[in-house]
């Protein structure tokens, strides 16, 4: 009996060792100095599916490279739908790969993690569902070279940061320019992930540190998530990283400067994937291997940050839900949201931060001073890191907003985002408060096809305006509540305003002839006396305008009932 069970598992082991033999990895075949094409992921993610029950490879929407993104759900019982998973009270962590290309440790990195569970090497608990976006920015990985990113060690040929339309597919999240933010807004809606992870590799400061962690601020974050965040779920992934031998720092946000005094967390707004997660009740992360480490220990390490989040959520599994669910419901009730906020210099954490000795030298090619490190040179200092950033501006919350049904890009975005909001079914007054743009500041260079417009101010004024069957009804009392005000309040900094969605009304579309409108503005200031006086008040006090004839004209224009209402109106209306 004892030699037929031994026989068995002997059996067992080499069914064990041939299948782990068959599902090898570029990577490990290289000895972790190469990392796949794009084509190839794609067939080995496909003959894992077929290989094993727990592995379900999902074709979801288009790109713009013309090739569908996929989502790998793995789960221990293979199930993949998740509206039952949810029901099984399961915590879903989306793992997002490959959004640059030439940053490619997470591609290899989780399917690694993926075969390793599929061959039992390491078992991810019951009550967690790992789903991962092999490649999200699909042209860039198609377009390899030895030469991208001249100053990371490794792998021998990677991708490319640009999309096929060379966007930043880390700056999309909002504005959606790419198939592939819509096909991701379609995905992250399927699952809504209790954990969302962004795989990076680092540019910046040379350290000894391997691996570094951008986090969603957790005052941005807010409420009980955001404390949540700050005092348990992040210093636990430190403690569970140090357990793995790797000493994990935040992000080191240093650009041509050295870390010794310290540094800011990143900011990262709603264009950015995990600041875009946040805004639905995310806990969301940004793992940053070090662009100088050796390719194999940026992917180990990528690898056990990956179980350090696994490890976590399913420890803390009822506790992240109770959270999720209590700030989705304060959120449908909340009578006002942040919409700014501001880094406070005089709150920090104090951190071990592991560096090298920099100095100043003379450049070979300017001549000037140059910065360099000296790994010869090692250290070990406390330094801080600052991390907190208060609300500096609030917005109360409307019963409802209603955009009327010409604008129909931003009306498609809200609705790709499951914003619930319903037609007008007949043409309507509704007493409304509507924004004038007063002020605001556009870049004078594009940033990712837009000219972002900046310090946005507003007027406000009710009024009661007719909307016509077919406008758009938002009502305020739903779980969209926070993405919702930090799109549609122009004074967001990644509002559709501030990305150019409603930039047609800020040019006049109606004009004058001037010899022609004389006469009437003549009539007209005769029967409008207080216009008259207005016009004299400012001829008195502004010589500039005193002068010019025609900036006297048009004030009177713009003050009589012949100047358009679009101008300068915010199409966006807040029901009160």
Request: proline content about 5%; glycine content about 6%; charged content about 25%.
């Amino acid at each position: 009996m004892q030699k037929q069970i031994l026989s068995a598992l002997l059996s067992l082991l080499i069914v064990i060792n041939g299948f782990s033999q068959g599902i090898t990895t570029k990577f490990e075949q290289s000895g972790g100095k190469q990392s796949p094409p794009y084509g190839e992921i794609i067939d080995w993610w496909k003959k894992l599916d077929e290989k094993s029950g727990k592995v379900k490879m999902l074709t979801m929407g288009p790109s713009d490279a013309g090739f569908p993104l996929h989502l790998v759900v793995v789960a221990n019982n293979g199930d993949y739908n998740f509206e039952q998973i949810r029901k099984n009270n399961k915590r879903i962590i989306l793992i997002n790969n490959g959004i640059h290309p030439g940053e490619p440790d997470g591609i290899d990195a989780s399917m690694l993690l993926a075969r390793d569970i599929v061959t039992g090497k390491y078992k991810i608990p019951d009550n967690i569902v790992l789903a991962f976006i092999p490649v999200y920015n699909i042209g860039g990985c198609l377009n390899r070279s030895v030469n991208y990113r001249v100053d990371q060690n490794g792998p021998e040929e990677f991708g490319f940061r640009g999309n096929s339309q060379n966007l930043d597919l880390n700056r999309d999240a909002i504005k959606c320019d790419s198939k592939e933010a819509r096909a991701f807004t379609g995905i992250f809606h399927l699952l809504d992930p209790d954990v969302f992870v962004d795989n990076h590799v680092s540019n910046g400061a040379d350290y000894q540190h391997i691996m570094t962690l951008l986090t969603t601020q957790s005052t941005k974050l807010g409420g009980v998530m955001g404390d949540y965040l700050n005092k348990v779920f992040e210093p636990a992934l430190y403690g569970s990283m140090k357990e793995k031998g790797f000493d994990l720092v935040p992000y080191v946000n240093v650009w041509g400067d050295t870390p010794e005094n310290g540094w800011p967390e990143y900011w990262d707004s709603p264009r950015y994937a995990s600041g875009y997660a946040a805004l639905w009740h995310t806990f969301s992360f940004v793992p940053e291997s070090h662009m100088l480490k050796p390719y194999d220990q940026r992917v180990r390490a990528t690898y056990a940050l990956m179980q350090s989040f696994i490890e976590f959520t399913a420890a803390h599994s009822e506790q992240i839900r109770e959270l999720r669910e209590q700030t989705k419901q304060t959120v449908k009730t909340s009578p006002e949201f942040p919409i700014a906020w501001s880094l406070d210099k005089t709150k920090y954490n104090e951190i071990v931060y592991k560096g090298f000795a920099s100095g100043r030298k003379p450049s070979e090619i300017s001549g000037f001073p140059r910065l360099y490190y000296d790994r010869s040179k090692p250290y070990e200092k406390t330094v801080k890191h600052f991390n907190y950033f208060p609300a500096t501006a609030f917005i109360k919350k409307p019963v409802a907003y209603i955009i009327p049904q010409g604008w129909w890009k931003v009306i498609e975005l809200l609705q790709l985002n499951k914003v619930q909001m319903t037609a007008l079914k007949k043409d309507t007054i509704v007493e409304v408060e509507a924004y004038k743009i007063a002020d605001y500041k556009t870049q004078p260079r594009q940033y990712e096809m837009h000219h972002l417009n900046s310090d946005v101010k507003t007027t406000a004024e009710r009024q009661r305006m007719l909307f016509r069957k077919g406008d758009w009804y938002i009502p305020m009392n739903q779980v969209a509540n926070r993405f919702l005000v930090e799109t549609l309040e122009p004074t967001g900094e990644d509002s559709y305003f501030a990305w150019n969605f409603f930039d047609a009304v800020l040019g006049q579309k109606e004009g004058y002839s001037a010899y022609a409108f004389e006469d009437i503005a003549v009539e007209y200031l005769k029967k409008n006396t207080e216009l008259q006086e207005k016009l004299n008040r400012r001829l008195a006090t502004d010589t500039v305008f005193a002068k010019d004839g025609r900036a006297q004209l048009n004030f009177v224009y713009q003050q009589s009932p012949w100047f358009e209402p679009a101008y300068l109106q915010y199409p966006v209306y807040r029901v009160l």
